[in-house]
Each structure stands twice: as structure tokens, then as C-alpha cells.
């Protein structure tokens, strides 16, 4: 992972390992999250249901190819993320600032493809580019693996999105790339569809009951909401 380092330090949103405490600083007086009971206030599950093994994207599949080594841990026990205050902040830190210094931009216009899932190393990304760059600084920061979650989703319109869940003692947060806010899983506007095991990163499982996939991820990434 050097010569990724080494390209993040170089280029537009500089987020090398080495410039994490000036980010836990400037974010250092955000809010913190409440943690939620096993079942949100309108009786929602606080955790995603999980149902039958699916298929993986094939933007993860083509991310593992080019990133050789990133993707080849192998199966773990799977471990949620101890939702304290301090734990809770430091996810939103992170949400936060890669949401600020990540210029939104589709695949097309950034690699003239449809549908390519990369860490943002020239500082532009969209919605999988952001959730990624989350994941890797997360794991960094000692996060365990097996809680930061990979998740397709469709929003309103039907169109694919991608976000990172994370999975912790109280329920699941999602960091979104259009939303500031870390926010539980049951307060998004979308209809989760699949996203990583726990248990194996290389494996995805359904979300809730089975609904058609979408046809890619990318999507055109606004400015996040406050």
C-alpha cells in the first residue's frame, strides 16, 4: 500500500495515514451520535436483516483484481464495533472529513467508465470511492474489518448507490458520501440490497428480502447534506 500512500500524499485530498490527527483535530467538536436500542423508536431493527448469500459486484471483484493483497485475508469471526461516545465521534470524524476532501465526480467523466470502484488517490471519487477511502482509514485506526461493511443500496428513484456500514453493539450506522450525518441504517431514504459478510469480505449476503439489483453503483455524487 505504499505507492497508494504515497499517491494520496501527493494529489488533490491528501489523505495519507499520516494527516489523521490533523483530521481528528479539526473535527474534534462535532457532535456525537446516540447510540440506538436493539430496535429503532418506530420498532424498526436496529440491524440490518440478513438473508441468502448473493452475487459480489463486480466493481469489488475488479478492486481486488487491481489491489493485489487487499482483498486476500480470509474468513474471520465476525465482530461488531463497541458503540461508546469516543468510538461513535471518531467515525463521524472520518465521515466527515473524507466527505470534505473528496471532490464528487462520476465514473464516466473520472475513468470514462460506467461503474469502477478505486480509492480516491487523485483527491475525486464517487459514492464507492468515498465508502472505501472510509473503510481503509477506519481500519488504520484499529476498526476491526469485519465491521465495515461494503453495502449496495437503491435510493428513491431506483438508481444504485454505495455506502459503508458499520456495524456495532447498539445497531448499524451507515456513512454516507451525500450525508454528513452518521446515521442508523432505519434513517437513510434507501432500499438496502446486499453488502459484505462479516464473517468474509470476498462474500455478499441480501439485505431484508430480495429485490432486483441495480444495474451499477455510480452514481452522480451531490454536495453532502448537513
Not at 487491481?66 to 461488531?80: I, K, M
Not at 461494503?150 to 455506502?163: I, L, N, P
Amino acid at each position: 500500500m505504499n505507492g497508494l500512500n504515497a499517491k494520496i500524499r501527493s494529489k488533490g485530498a491528501r489523505v495519507a495515514a499520516a494527516l489523521l490527527p490533523a483530521c481528528a483535530l479539526v473535527m474534534a467538536s462535532l457532535p456525537v451520535a446516540a447510540p440506538l436500542p436493539a430496535r429503532a423508536a418506530d420498532g424498526a431493527p436496529a440491524f440490518q436483516p440478513v438473508g441468502a448469500p448473493t452475487t459480489v459486484p463486480f466493481g469489488w471483484a475488479d478492486f481486488c483484481r487491481r489491489y493485489q493483497g487487499a482483498c486476500d485475508a480470509g474468513p474471520a469471526e465476525a465482530l461488531d464495533v463497541v458503540a461508546a461516545p469516543r468510538t461513535m465521534k471518531e467515525i463521524d470524524r472520518v465521515n466527515r472529513w473524507v466527505n470534505a476532501h473528496v471532490e464528487a465526480v462520476t465514473d464516466m467523466d473520472h475513468f470514462g467508465v460506467i461503474d469502477r470502484w478505486d480509492y480516491p488517490t487523485d483527491g475525486r471519487g464517487d459514492c464507492e470511492d468515498y465508502a472505501l477511502l472510509k473503510r481503509k482509514i477506519l481500519m488504520e485506526e484499529g476498526f476491526p474489518r469485519q465491521a465495515l461493511l461494503m453495502t449496495v443500496v437503491k435510493d428513491s428513484s431506483d438508481q444504485g448507490h454505495a455506502v459503508l456500514t458499520v456495524k456495532t453493539t447498539t445497531g448499524d450506522y451507515v456513512l454516507d458520501n451525500l450525508n454528513n450525518d452518521v446515521k442508523p441504517w432505519t434513517r437513510t431514504p434507501y432500499r438496502f440490497v446486499k453488502r459484505q459478510s462479516q464473517e468474509d469480505q470476498n462474500a455478499w449476503v441480501q439485505i431484508g428480502d430480495p429485490t432486483s439489483e441495480p444495474a451499477y453503483v455510480s452514481r452522480d455524487a451531490a454536495s453532502p447534506r448537513r
